[in-house]
């Protein structure tokens, strides 16, 4: 008969006072209770539903008869309200959404789904009725939902409906106020199991994701509050290293999340309970096949870990927790990260930087790269130095130095990790959570005794303003008496301008080479040659100016397999007297004071060239042509060597023009490269490929030659005559 008489007088004055459709702003036609105007409820017209919601979930039987109860406690709540005593209005609120939460196992139907709905509902549309914000999270089966009173007294623990997850709001934690400094009565807390939702952050993960979030935003006080997390079947000594991380941290981020301080054992004990139990084991995660999965997936929840015996071990059930004073998403991870050397130079000249200086790669058990940890480097064997003294892991993981100078003999830098400092106010701290193994790691590396470097061949030869030399500048380098291969060689112009190729590396042999072309300066010119920890060497040319025309053929060096020619030839035709012509080639080397003013300067047989041919005099009128034979393929009828392997280029110089001009051979079949003819000044270029022809009836001087348009037959005859 009470709970009736309730009921009526709550369902008669709500919906008189609060489901009109009248505007917040306009005057009441039901007259106040009291002096004071009711709270305004805004956009709230839920309050006549409150009751019937009340209805859906509380029980009216015995032996709790929870309905007349909460009746009686929203009772108290409206009258609070509707005598506008909004402080009072809003503390009963919370007592009354305290009393539905912790009676929540006693509600009608408590664990179904449509009940955990409608207890949200009255919650939110409770907190709203008092002009508090409503805590703007659906309930579900997985989402325990509490009150932690402003000043609370007493320790309060929320945890999940299957207690797997929770907090504990130490005594005197709850602020009294929001973060903007309005004075709150306390707030009402939810926390939901998310399942398998990974965090933003590469650190492995484990076990389920919870989310705390509170109806307003406040400051936790003190050390903030206590959460704690069941993790199951996880390898013993990957458990007892987990850690909570959440995201939204304020302090160390490793992606987005914040590594909390440990929480102790009692506490997490308080909020977990019984609730951490394992599974049972037809439900365990226990295949081997999963750990290739598990290397390959960047965020999977039960990591797993390979015995020595080769077997799972997944043996280990618990809770882990710590302390913060934000909520947002929060999970396991292991903070443990590995530290791993990546490959570097063993070895070196003494005195010179080693070819790969040290790195090393940060990263997590599943391979995932750590961004932003300091490496410090150090030199702690040998007389060596490395710098920089540190180094940051980037994107990838990955710190390094960028040189490293060897002392004679044994050499040893070691890298050691540095744990990240937390800036967050009022005072940094050094992470602890984050651990390292191995702390360091070393590199070694035998300096070795340095190289000599001298010239074989080169220098002190003549040449030409702006031409290349006939001979490519040779340098032999040595170490303990015996050639060196693979060693790089720089080579630079010091005086005359000009160029140079460089850098070069040398063969097995221990020789490089390469090809100078002169400046502009008459007279001595210089360059050298330099190699890590060795007496540079200078070779000297003598400049003079161009001759009329000058012809250079380079090709590129034979491959092991041999397939490129090693062997071309130049050869040039001209006008020798009225009637005959001249033949330039390696059996006929020519003369540059007499007739035919042409001759050839070197002749390279091994490979790359270059090979030259001045000609100091032009004759007026005369045709001069010049063609590349392919020697080594001569007898072939079908190859492509020189087309499409030697990579052949001719470079012409004449001192009428200030710029040379370049052939390069045709990707076509031939032993015959045809490349230019000459005649008073002017260059026609041909660049035909053709094969020997027979050279029966001619002769290298008869007249008709100048109406042929190659030289075949010339050179067929003359290379059949002159073998090498």
Known sequence: MRRSLILAALTAGLVVGCTSDQSPTEPSTVPAPTPAP???????????????????????GRPLRLLGKGLEKFALVEAARLTGRKALAQSRALDLIDFLTRNRANLINPTSALTATRLGNVIDAILCLVGLPPTGVPLNNST???????NNPQPVIITTPQGTAGLKVPAGAAPATDVNGNSIPGVVVTVTGLGNVALNTPLDQYGNTVDLTASQEVLWQGGGVIVALCVSNVDDLVFDRLRVGHEGGIGPKFGAIEILPQAAAADISDILGAGCTP???????????????????ALLPEPLHAS????????????VGGTTSKFSKFRAVDPRLNLVANAASTSGVAG???????????????????????INFAATAGTGSTSP??????????????????????????????????????TPRTVDEITFTPTSVDFTATGVSPFTLTIED??????????????????LVTQNEAPVSGVQVTFQVTSGGGSITSPATTNGSGLASAIWT?????????ATASVPGAIPVTFTATAAEAPPARIVLQWGDAPPDGVAPPDLDAHLTGPFGPETRFHVFYAAPGNLAAAPFAALDRDDTDGAGPETITISQLTPGGLYRFSVHDFTNRNSPTSLALGTQSGATVTLYLASSPTPQVFTVPNAQGTLWTVFELEDGIVTPKNTMTFESDPSGFSVLSRTLRALQTDDAVIRDAVQSHRK
């Open 389 to 426: 003294a540190s180094a940051t892991t980037n994107a990838d993981g990955v710190a390094s130095t960028t040189s490293w100078i060897l002392g004679p003999g044994q050499n040893t830098v070691t890298a050691t990790a540095v744990k990240p400092i937390d800036p967050s106010p009022p």
């Open 352 to 374: 010179a930087a080693v070819d790969i200086p040290p790195s090393v790669t940060v990263r997590t058990d599943s391979l995932h790269p750590i961004e932003g940890i300091q």
């Open 458 to 475: 080169g220098n002190n030869q003549p040449g030409f303003t702006g031409q290349i030399l006939t001979a490519p500048l040779v340098v």
């Open 308 to 319: 020595s015996a080769g077997a799972v071990a997944l043996n280990k059930t618990g809770g």
């Open 279 to 297: 599974p049972p084991l037809g439900q365990l995660r226990g295949r081997l096949s999963d750990l290739k999965q598990f290397a390959e997936n």
């Open 518 to 526: 002169l400046g502009a300066t008459l007279g001595n010119q210089t």
């Open 144 to 150: 325990g939902v509490g009150v932690v009173p402003a």
């Open 38 to 60: 009711a709270i305004n409820l805004g956009q709230c017209r839920q309050n006549g539903l409150i009751v019937v919601q009340l209805t859906t979930i509380l029980p009216a």
